[in-house]
């Protein structure tokens, strides 16, 4: 079992008892490590990751801890090939979580920023992320959330010409299609299975792809991807007030998530059918 890890520079990686893989990502593996004296951490890794993208997950973790207070994972480790982090727990589905998770989401968001973007680029999945800095939140939707995947081969093979038109049209009516909002920091990859918790059960968020942007674009991977609970959206609003319209938006800002699962898988599911239904109703 441990020949799994040699290509991994991990200090850990000689006293590893025992390994456990672990469900719900993608595009690296990610295990559950006991060690000799039984403590526990998470490995995730990949020997043809490209080179950035652990450290920018780790700097991404780092930034929610730092710039918001939220809680992420401790990291003990990163390399080109590995991310070494502590050992959390599966998420409860509890209204008490949830109520807890909604009101650190809504903390995050009243971090705000000057601009659009990020210092750097990133990463979603193992498709770069553009956070090139931009003035107006509208442009940067239109420019680096969606006509970005419109350049991906995959994803001008699973849509229509009549499809990347209706994008088009789409980026060319945001700003009669979204109210104007301040740019706000964004975990950049919200849904469940991004949620885990601590031993006290308190909310930890994991595998960020931060960047400045809209809270709605923020807010509709959690609301989109199997939401959770009424009382999450609740709880949220009693912190940060939404504007109004916000739930007939959600489908509209999730657009970004169906064309990284094009430009990744092809047509793969139902994405192409939720492009077209929100090209229907917002072009």
């Not at 700097?59 to 801890?65: C, I, P, R, S």
């Not at 498709?127 to 420019?143: R, Y």
């Not at 949220?236 to 939404?242: R, S, V």
Request: hydrophobic share 40%.
């Amino acid at each position: 079992m441990k020949d799994r890890w040699q290509s991994l520079p991990s200090s850990v990686v000689p006293h590893v008892a025992d390994a456990v893989p672990l469900s719900g990502g993608a595009v690296n593996d990610v295990w559950r490590l006991t060690l000799d004296d039984s403590t526990t951490y998470v490995l995730k890794g990949s020997t043809d990751a490209p080179a950035d993208l652990f450290p920018l997950e780790a700097a991404g973790l780092a930034a929610l801890q730092e710039r918001a207070g939220i809680r992420t994972p401790r990291v003990f480790e990163v390399s080109a090939h590995h991310l070494l982090m502590e050992a959390l727990r599966p998420r409860p589905d509890t209204e008490t979580f949830w109520e807890a998770a909604s009101r650190a989401f809504a903390k995050l968001h009243a971090v705000r920023g000057e601009r659009f973007g990020w210092d750097t680029d990133g990463w979603l999945g193992l498709l770069p992320q553009e956070n090139t800095w931009t003035d107006d939140g509208h442009e940067f939707f239109a420019e680096h959330r969606i006509r970005r995947y419109l350049r991906e081969p995959k994803v001008r093979r699973a849509l229509e010409p009549a499809d990347l038109a209706g994008l088009e049209r789409i980026c060319e009516r945001l700003p009669q299609l979204v109210p104007a909002a301040p740019s706000v920091l964004n975990h950049g990859d919200l849904w469940r299975g991004n949620l885990v918790a601590d031993a006290a059960g308190e909310p930890v968020f994991i595998d960020p792809a931060v960047c400045w942007a809209w809270a709605e674009s923020d807010l509709s991977m959690i609301y989109c991807c199997d939401p959770p609970p009424e009382r999450f959206f609740r709880a949220y609003e009693e912190i940060t007030p939404l504007t109004d319209g916000w739930q007939d938006r959600m489908p509209l800002l999730h657009l970004r998530e169906h064309l990284s699962v094009l430009a990744h898988f092809g047509a793969y599911g139902d994405a192409v059918a939720h492009v077209r239904d929100v090209v229907r109703v917002f072009s």
